[in-house]
């Protein structure tokens, strides 16, 4: 049996094609005054190069031997571009570091790092003998559920040696499970951390930024399938999806396509694997395994490879709660669980999305709102600011969305589903360039900017590094634009959305793929037709449109506060019917005084008190009118 060592997962979409449309390319070429690395060159000094055994998106992997102890060992050398910034080779030595202290036989044994002359980075890990789990299932199609339950133990030792030592994979599958034979059985290794994070790294250098999603489509948890912070419940639902792949042979979610994937992995539960095999009812524990590592909510999924190892074993587990896939997860005897406590708004929000609240944030922006508030009285910006509630508010609400919070340019909203959300986008700048071919004054140009990632509840507002990288992409919208990130773009399904890809943007030394919707030449720049959708909506209820935006206003008001916010949208009420009636008082008033001036004016010159009267009014009438904005803005957000 010839020897092998980490293989790349070339033929099943490996990291990088996440990252790119394009299949994982070729190693690429040594840069100016590296030497070129083949059979007979010698790595640093202290391993020779014999033969290619793999090669990928991430570097390539060399059978080598060490010049001094004659030992064969495995050597994978990043592409030069890989750990290119002092952030990613900080991270690099960090993980390496901690990789060659881990001591688990079901590990492969990281020997040696280093950084080649060149700037190139290498790890130098133990030489294998064996076969993947991968090509064992392309000879069996399934295997016995006595091996994979063995096999399954092997793996939760391996994972949870390495998760103590703060180690995640994120890149768990078939591939990247070896089978050793030793003494008549396999012993099964982990391979390649080679997109592996260490937790609570300092000094910035412990996180991948959200928004890239790492790892491989077919095995990602929820968490990495919406762009969120990884830990290593992560690796449990990939084990959860490994597993039931060795039992049936087949993938619980039918498709090849990597965005339908992520959606799945997202949103779909996991179906029992004894529905494809109905005799692994007669395996319970291996269906709880499946069940209590596939749920969405890592808060109820297992919360260590340790757990799920008492799964295995068949131990109590308490305080189990029934599993994504739909067997049993709930231990013989155990009383039922409470739900967890979610608080109103999350809970509002994400009826319809995962439980891991990957929800998808649209930011909008008023741009050049300085310069508009700078050459506008109080009362004329805040008309401004209610023209452009009106417009922008009827559109959430038939996207099902969600206003986190509004004040003075800023408009934060969220949403279960990104295509709604991109296509709200849509609908408001369509229906804002119309409005600004009507109107007569200054046009309101608005800036979109939208990104899925995995956001809390603080205070009723949404924070969390999904709502830093928004912030950070909106700054780079143009006036009038929608640009959105790479997660949105795998999660939406709406194919007639044409998206244009941009260079991605520098953020934290990691590169944040984008993507801006496209614009047409007509006068709807984005068709039109998503804005149709809104007006259809606003048919029957336009008349009662400022009380359904002010009420709106008060379930949205998860930032503002939901009393606060009543408080303010009643004295913007009462303000309003104050407003009114002084209005109509002032208005028969300067009625009954025409009449008066009407009946002097016959005779002789009314008296100078009718004109007094006259004028008071005319004045209150101005007043009126002017302090009218200010309430109605009021009714629909909070005023700075």
Same mark, same amino acid.
């Given at each position: 049996?010839?020897?092998?060592?980490?293989?790349?997962?070339?033929?099943?979409?490996?990291?990088?094609?996440?990252? !790119?449309?394009?299949?994982?390319? =070729?190693?690429?070429?040594?840069? *100016?005054?590296?030497?070129?690395?083949? =059979?007979?060159?010698?790595?640093?000094?202290?391993?020779?190069?014999?033969?290619?055994?793999?090669?990928?998106?991430?570097?390539?992997?060399?059978?080598?031997?060490?010049?001094?102890?004659?030992?064969?060992?495995?050597?994978?050398?990043?592409?030069?571009?890989?750990?290119?910034?002092?952030?990613?080779?900080?991270?690099?030595?960090?993980?390496?570091?901690?990789?060659?202290?881990?001591?688990?036989?079901?590990?492969?044994?990281?020997?040696?790092?280093?950084?080649?002359?060149?700037?190139?980075?290498?790890?130098?890990?133990?030489?294998?003998?064996?076969?993947?789990?991968?090509?064992?299932?392309?000879?069996?199609?399934?295997?016995?559920?006595?091996?994979?339950?063995?096999?399954?133990?092997?793996?939760?030792? !391996?994972?949870?040696?390495?998760?103590?030592?703060?180690?995640?994979?994120?890149?768990?599958?078939?591939?990247?499970?070896?089978?050793?034979? /030793?003494?008549?059985?396999?012993?099964?290794?982990?391979?390649?951390?080679?997109?592996?994070?260490?937790?609570?790294?300092?000094?910035?250098?412990?996180?991948?930024?959200?928004?890239?999603?790492?790892? @491989?489509?077919?095995?990602?948890?929820?968490?990495?399938?919406?762009?969120?912070?990884?830990?290593?419940?992560?690796?449990?639902?990939?084990?959860?999806?490994?597993?039931?792949?060795?039992?049936?042979?087949?993938?619980?979610?039918?498709?090849?396509?990597?965005?339908?994937?992520?959606?799945?992995?997202?949103?779909? #539960?996991?179906?029992?694997?004894?529905?494809?095999?109905? /005799?692994?009812?007669?395996?319970?524990?291996?269906?709880?395994?499946?069940?209590?590592?596939?749920?969405?909510?890592?808060?109820?999924?297992?919360?260590?490879?340790?757990?799920?190892?008492?799964?295995?074993?068949?131990? #109590?587990? =308490?305080?189990?709660? @029934?599993?994504?896939?739909?067997?049993?997860?709930?231990?013989?005897?155990?009383?039922?669980?409470?739900?967890?406590?979610? @608080?109103?708004?999350?809970?509002?929000?994400?009826?319809?999305?995962?439980?891991?609240?990957?929800?998808?944030?649209?930011?909008?922006?008023?741009?050049?709102?300085?310069?508009?508030?700078?050459?506008?009285?109080?009362?004329?910006?805040?008309?401004?600011?209610?023209?452009?509630?009106?417009?922008?508010?009827?559109?959430?609400?038939?996207?099902?969305?969600?206003?986190?919070?509004?004040?003075?340019?800023?408009?934060?909203?969220?949403?279960?589903?990104?295509?709604?959300?991109?296509?709200?986008?849509?609908?408001?700048?369509?229906?804002?360039?119309?409005?600004?071919?009507?109107?007569? !004054?200054?046009?309101?140009?608005?800036?979109?900017?939208?990104?899925?990632?995995?956001?809390?509840?603080?205070?009723?507002?949404?924070?969390?590094?999904?709502?830093? @990288?928004?912030?950070?992409?909106?700054?780079?919208? #143009?006036?009038?634009?929608?640009?959105?990130?790479?997660?949105?773009?795998?999660?939406?399904?709406?194919?007639?959305?044409?998206?244009?890809?941009?260079?991605?943007?520098?953020?934290?030394?990691?590169?944040?793929?984008?993507?801006?919707?496209?614009?047409?030449? !007509?006068? *709807?720049?984005?068709?039109?037709?998503?804005?149709?959708?809104?007006?259809?909506?606003?048919?029957?209820?336009?008349?009662?449109?400022?009380?359904?935006?002010?009420?709106?206003?008060?379930?949205?008001?998860?930032?503002?506060?939901?009393?606060?916010?009543?408080?303010?949208?009643?004295?913007? *009420?009462?303000?309003?019917?104050?407003?009114?009636?002084?209005?109509?008082?002032?208005?028969?008033?300067?009625?009954?005084?025409?009449?008066?001036?009407?009946?002097?004016?016959?005779?002789?010159?009314?008296?100078?008190?009718?004109?007094?009267?006259?004028?008071?009014?005319?004045?209150?009438?101005?007043?009126?009118?002017?302090?009218?904005?200010?309430?109605?803005?009021?009714?629909?957000?909070?005023?700075?």
């Amino acid at each position: 049996m010839k020897d092998k060592t980490l293989q790349l997962a070339l033929d099943e979409g490996a990291a990088p094609s996440l990252h !790119g449309e394009a299949p994982a390319a =070729p190693a690429a070429p040594p840069e *100016a005054g590296a030497p070129r690395l083949g =059979p007979g060159a010698v790595l640093d000094g202290r391993y020779r190069i014999q033969s290619l055994l793999g090669e990928g998106g991430m570097g390539t992997v060399w059978r080598a031997q060490h010049l001094r102890i004659g030992r064969p060992v495995a050597v994978k050398v990043l592409h030069p571009d890989v750990g290119r910034s002092p952030l990613e080779a900080e991270r690099f030595r960090r993980e390496a570091e901690i990789a060659v202290r881990l001591d688990s036989p079901h590990v492969v044994g990281v020997l040696d790092f280093g950084e080649a002359p060149g700037g190139s980075l290498y790890l130098v890990m133990e030489l294998l003998q064996g076969e993947s789990v991968r090509e064992r299932l392309k000879r069996t199609g399934r295997l016995p559920p006595e091996e994979v339950a063995e096999l399954l133990r092997q793996l939760m030792r !391996g994972l949870d040696a390495a998760h103590r030592a703060g180690i995640v994979h994120r890149d768990l599958k078939p591939e990247n499970l070896w089978l050793v034979p /030793e003494d008549g059985r396999d012993r099964l290794k982990i391979l390649d951390f080679g997109i592996a994070k260490v937790v609570d790294l300092p000094g910035g250098a412990e996180r991948t930024q959200a928004g890239l999603v790492m790892g @491989t489509p077919q095995f990602l948890s929820p968490e990495q399938a919406v762009g969120a912070e990884v830990d290593q419940r992560a690796d449990l639902y990939s084990a959860g999806i490994v597993a039931y792949l060795l039992l049936t042979g087949r993938h619980p979610f039918s498709t090849f396509d990597a965005r339908s994937l992520l959606r799945a992995h997202a949103y779909d #539960p996991v179906p029992s694997p004894a529905r494809e095999a109905p /005799e692994l009812t007669g395996h319970p524990a291996l269906l709880r395994f499946v069940a209590r590592a596939t749920e969405k909510d890592r808060n109820l999924r297992a919360q260590s490879a340790a757990e799920l190892l008492d799964v295995l074993e068949g131990k #109590p587990a =308490p305080g189990a709660r @029934t599993g994504g896939s739909g067997a049993p997860a709930v231990t013989p005897g155990a009383g039922p669980t409470e739900a967890p406590n979610r @608080t109103g708004f999350l809970r509002t929000l994400s009826a319809t999305a995962p439980r891991a609240h990957g929800l998808t944030l649209l930011l909008a922006e008023i741009a050049d709102y300085a310069s508009l508030a700078a050459s506008r009285t109080r009362e004329e910006l805040a008309a401004l600011l209610t023209e452009h509630d009106h417009l922008v508010v009827p559109a959430l609400r038939t996207f099902r969305g969600r206003r986190v919070s509004s004040l003075d340019a800023a408009l934060v909203a969220a949403f279960p589903s990104p295509t709604d959300a991109v296509l709200c986008a849509m609908a408001i700048q369509d229906r804002l360039a119309a409005r600004n071919l009507r109107a007569d !004054g200054d046009r309101i140009a608005v800036r979109i900017a939208l990104h899925l990632g995995e956001l809390r509840e603080e205070r009723g507002d949404l924070a969390g590094a999904a709502r830093e @990288t928004a912030v950070a992409v909106l700054r780079e919208v #143009p006036a009038g634009h929608v640009l959105l990130t790479r997660t949105v773009y795998l999660a939406m399904s709406r194919g007639e959305v044409r998206l244009e890809p941009l260079p991605p943007l520098e953020l934290a030394g990691e590169p944040l793929p984008l993507y801006r919707v496209e614009r047409t030449s !007509g006068v *709807a720049p984005y068709g039109g037709r998503e804005a149709a959708r809104v007006e259809d909506a606003l048919h029957l209820t336009r008349a009662l449109a400022p009380i359904a935006d002010g009420l709106s206003s008060i379930g949205d008001a998860a930032a503002e506060g939901r009393l606060r916010a009543t408080w303010r949208v009643l004295r913007a *009420a009462a303000g309003l019917a104050g407003l009114l009636a002084l209005d109509l008082s002032a208005r028969l008033a300067l009625g009954v005084l025409g009449a008066l001036r009407l009946a002097f004016w016959r005779r002789r010159p009314p008296p100078i008190r009718i004109e007094r009267a006259v004028r008071r009014l005319d004045r209150t009438l101005e007043a009126v009118r002017l302090r009218r904005p200010v309430h109605r803005a009021a009714l629909i957000r909070p005023l700075s």
